[in-house]
Structure formats: C-alpha cells, structure tokens
C-alpha cells in the first residue's frame, strides 16, 4: 500500500501509521463498550427477573445506553474524520498514495436481502436493548396505587421513565450516523466486527 519511504514521503508515511494507530485504539474502544452494553443490561435484567418488585431497576438501562452509544458514535465519527483526513490529505502526498481508504469508498461491501430493509445490528445493541427495558417497566411505573407505594414515587419513576424514553431517542438520531444518513464519510459498508471504521 503506497509507495516506499523516500525522499519527502518519511513525514506523511509516519502520520500514517500513527494515523491508523488512532483508528484501531478507537475501534477497540468501540469493541469494548458494546461488550460493556451486553455486559450492563444483561446484568440488570438477570437482576430484574430474580424479583418481581425490581422492574423499577430497569429503568437504568436506558440512561446507562445512551451514554455507552453516545462514546460508541463519537469514536465511530473519529474514525470516518481520520479515514477521510488519510484519503484527502495524506494519500496525494505519498507516490502511488494511500490507496485503502479511497478503495473501501469506492467498493463498499452489501449486506442485507435486496428488496427488502435490513436490520442494522447497533440499533437492536442500543436502543432496541432500551425499548425492551421500558417496556418491561411501564406496568409497575404507571400503575397508580401499586402496592403500598405512595403517588410521589410512581410520580418520580414515570418522570424517569419518560428521561428514559427521551434518551432512547436521543440513541436512534446518534446511531443515524453511523449508517450514513447525516452525511458521515465513513458509510454502514466500512464496519468491522468491533464497530464501524476503516480497517487495516
């Protein structure tokens, strides 16, 4: 890939490595916060099943997704920035370029089943773990008079169910760009089995 190092070319060759040295700490990142989302909401689900009076706990998933997707995406946008940085910047500085980020853009991989709309696995990780929570929740959050409970509390954990369902779809509108829609240069077709990007 490229050229060898010569004269002019030991400067932008040394970018990037360090470059794609970013790229992977970033995807493993990434692989380590989805194991981190399996990890969390297994863990209180597992919880939540044990008793039938702890589905006010998984009220915790929500709020604990949305800040795991929000690093999940962050890390996803750096490694399309530095994707393109290597494509438009570094690539025509190295005789015969840098020519894997160019070809991943120009032969993007297809998965699916043509005809019909695919699922894309980071939406069931995230906020598809979230909606499964809430719905588990909502009997016991909105039921007015459950138990012995006073009215503050079923008051206090709808209001939380209700931030809950804010931040799942403050989830779906981060997890868009990882799919392209608002423009990413680093489409759905780049993504790795740790998280999408380009890969070395």
Same mark, same amino acid.
């Not at 490694?79 to 840098?98: A, V």
């Not at 020519?99 to 297809?110: C, F, L």
């Not at 403050?170 to 740790?194: D, E, I, K, V």
């Given at each position: 890939?490229?050229?060898?190092?010569?004269?002019?070319?030991?400067?932008?060759?040394?970018?990037?490595?360090?470059?794609?040295?970013?790229?992977?700490?970033?995807?493993?990142?990434?692989?380590?916060?989805?194991?981190?989302?399996?990890?969390?909401?297994?863990?209180?689900?597992?919880?939540?099943?044990?008793?039938?009076?702890?589905?006010?706990?998984?009220?915790?998933?929500?709020?604990?997704?949305?800040?795991?997707?929000?690093?999940?995406?962050?890390?996803?946008? =750096?490694? @399309?920035?530095?994707?393109?940085?290597?494509?438009?910047? &570094? +690539?025509?500085?190295?005789?015969? !370029? %840098?020519?894997?980020?160019?070809?991943?853009?120009?032969?993007?991989?297809?998965?699916?089943?043509?005809?019909?709309?695919?699922?894309?696995?980071?939406?069931?990780?995230?906020?598809?773990?979230?909606?499964?929570?809430?719905?588990?929740?909502?009997?016991?959050?909105?039921?007015? =008079?459950? @138990?012995?409970?006073?009215?503050?509390?079923?008051?206090? &954990? +709808?209001?939380?169910?209700?931030? !809950? %369902?804010?931040?799942?779809?403050?989830?779906?509108?981060?997890?868009?760009?990882?799919?392209?829609?608002?423009?990413?240069?680093?489409?759905?077709?780049?993504?790795?089995?740790?998280?999408?990007?380009?890969?070395?």
């Amino acid at each position: 890939m490229g050229a060898p190092a010569g004269h002019g070319t030991e400067g932008p060759l040394a970018e990037f490595g360090a470059l794609r040295q970013e790229i992977l700490r970033r995807q493993a990142t990434q692989h380590n916060v989805l194991a981190l989302q399996l990890t969390i909401s297994g863990a209180v689900f597992s919880f939540t099943l044990t008793g039938a009076s702890r589905s006010g706990f998984l009220l915790i998933v929500p709020i604990s997704t949305y800040m795991l997707c929000s690093r999940f995406v962050e890390d996803h946008v =750096g490694i @399309g920035q530095l994707g393109r940085y290597i494509r438009e910047h &570094l +690539s025509p500085r190295i005789p015969g !370029g %840098l020519d894997w980020e160019s070809w991943i853009a120009r032969n993007p991989a297809r998965f699916g089943i043509p005809g019909l709309l695919w699922v894309y696995a980071y939406y069931v990780t995230y906020p598809g773990v979230a909606v499964l929570a809430l719905g588990a929740a909502a009997p016991s959050t909105f039921t007015i =008079g459950h @138990g012995s409970r006073p009215l503050a509390v079923t008051v206090g &954990l +709808s209001a939380v169910w209700m931030l !809950g %369902l804010s931040a799942t779809a403050l989830c779906c509108l981060l997890l868009r760009r990882t799919t392209g829609s608002t423009g990413t240069s680093n489409p759905p077709a780049q993504t790795p089995p740790t998280g999408p990007g380009p890969t070395p």
